[in-house]
């Protein structure tokens, strides 16, 4: 007897405790229907397909000398990669023409000095190449537009064994398609 009514009582708190779902009431639509359609008139797009000037349809504005743009190296000191402040008005002008040239791209080489061994070389050519790359990109570049590779020691513009000339050979060049 204890047991059934233990068992009445555990049914009765369950029954007690159960809740029926109240239905919320539901949102109203609103409808936008337009009452009058008009398509406007299908308009031809012209399909322009890009690609990239031949060395002799490269802007002016980048080979004329008085334009900074016509400026395109930038020089490190011995066993560095990082851009020195001084060439920082020459990267936003760089990068101020990619942002307004979208189908502009730019090929950065890294270039070392011959001193060191060429694999070093080659990594110390890429951190510089990649350096400005990364600087063109906060500057407003898109990724698209450029690629950055090493030389290494491979393209000196001077071949001398003075300090003088390997500043030369230290270096990180801007080329724009059509130029390489």
Do not use: F, W
Request: with cysteine.
């Amino acid at each position: 007897m204890k047991n059934l009514l233990a068992v009445v009582s555990i049914v009765a708190l369950l029954a007690g405790c159960a809740s029926t779902p109240v239905e919320e009431p539901k949102a109203a639509v609103e409808d936008r229907t337009p009452t009058t359609t008009t398509i406007p008139p299908r308009q031809s797009v012209p399909t322009v397909t890009p690609t990239q000037p031949r060395a002799d349809q490269v802007p002016n504005v980048l080979k004329d000398p008085n334009n900074i743009l016509s400026k395109r190296s930038i020089y490190y000191d011995y066993d560095k990669y990082d851009v020195k402040e001084d060439y920082k008005a020459l990267l936003q002008a760089h990068a101020r023409y990619l942002t307004q040239n979208r189908n502009a791209k730019m090929l950065i080489q890294g270039n070392c000095d011959e001193r060191g061994s060429r694999e070093y070389n080659i990594a110390l050519g890429q951190k510089r190449a990649d350096g400005v790359k990364k600087l063109l990109l906060l500057m407003g570049a898109q990724e698209n537009q450029l690629e950055s590779v090493s030389l290494g020691e491979e393209k000196p513009r001077c071949t001398e064994n003075t300090e003088a000339c390997y500043a030369q050979n230290r270096r990180g060049d801007m080329l724009y398609g059509g130029e390489y």
